[in-house]
């Protein structure tokens, strides 16, 4: 039997997740944010490990090396725990028993993602934690990310990489954010998720990319409707049962 996974993979704000959670919901079954667990465990870093670019220069430097090394971050996660739980039909993170899925869209976290997320050992244990999460799930997951098709379910039987201009993208964040979309925020933005797309796109370990046999859509033109509906046709086809 193949496994009940529609990965969803795409750059910064392209709606991934909300269209993840919409098909999640209209499938009845659950839907995983990966880019949450690797949000989680960068809170993680920030609160409770020295943060090695404000070290002072007086601190050790095998001290500030080792300030985000791979072992100690995947043992901050081991150990707080940063985890996922199934709260309705969605994963949650949690980070030592607490509910962080607004803690860890903070600017200051979203800054410093990207970085945590290139470290080898750290995509490994968030790895881990996702396939256990769609094990144990008996309807199935949407689960959306960066490397989803490409790397954790590259045997789902559906994939999707979802795309935008950066301009659009841009557009949905601030709104999303409830921030004023004046062309200066706009390009400040645009910047800014520019700069993401290139550090996530261009790393040595699961780059964002799209998957060979992905279903390519641009919703540049589509409303939040529309490619929910898309995605629920593709998925209605793959999986008839
Ligand atoms: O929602 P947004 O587009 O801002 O990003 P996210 O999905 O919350 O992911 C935050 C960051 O986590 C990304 O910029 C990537 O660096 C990383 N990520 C990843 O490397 N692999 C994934 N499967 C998901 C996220």
Excluded: C
């Amino acid at each position: 039997m193949s496994i009940r996974v529609i990965a969803i993979d795409g750059p910064a704000a392209s709606g991934k997740s909300s269209t993840a959670a919409a098909v999640a919901r209209r499938l009845g079954w659950a839907h995983l944010d990966s880019g949450a667990l690797y949000r989680a465990i960068t809170l993680a870093a920030l609160d409770n490990v020295r943060d090695p670019l404000k070290d002072d220069l007086t601190v050790a430097a095998d001290e500030r090396r080792e300030a985000w090394s791979p072992q100690r971050l995947v043992a901050l996660a081991e150990d707080l725990p940063v985890r996922l739980v199934l709260v309705g039909d969605a994963f949650r993170p949690e980070v030592a028993g607490v509910d962080v899925e607004n803690a860890i869209r903070s600017p200051r976290v979203t800054a410093r993602v990207s970085e945590i997320a290139a470290i080898p050992e750290v995509r490994h244990w968030v790895n881990v934690q996702q396939r256990e999460a769609v094990m144990t799930h008996p309807q199935g997951v949407v689960v959306d990310g960066r490397d989803i098709g490409t790397v954790v379910f590259p045997d789902a039987p559906l994939k999707v990489f979802l795309t935008a201009t950066p301009d659009e993208r841009a557009r949905r964040r601030l709104a999303q954010r409830g921030d004023r979309v004046d062309p200066a925020e706009l390009q400040r933005e645009s910047d800014a998720l520019g700069a993401r797309d290139l550090a996530d796109a261009t790393r040595r370990v699961a780059p964002l990319r799209s998957a060979a046999d992905a279903v390519l859509l641009d919703t540049t033109q589509l409303s939040m409707e529309e490619q929910v509906a898309r995605v629920v046709t593709l998925a209605r086809q793959r999986f008839p049962h």
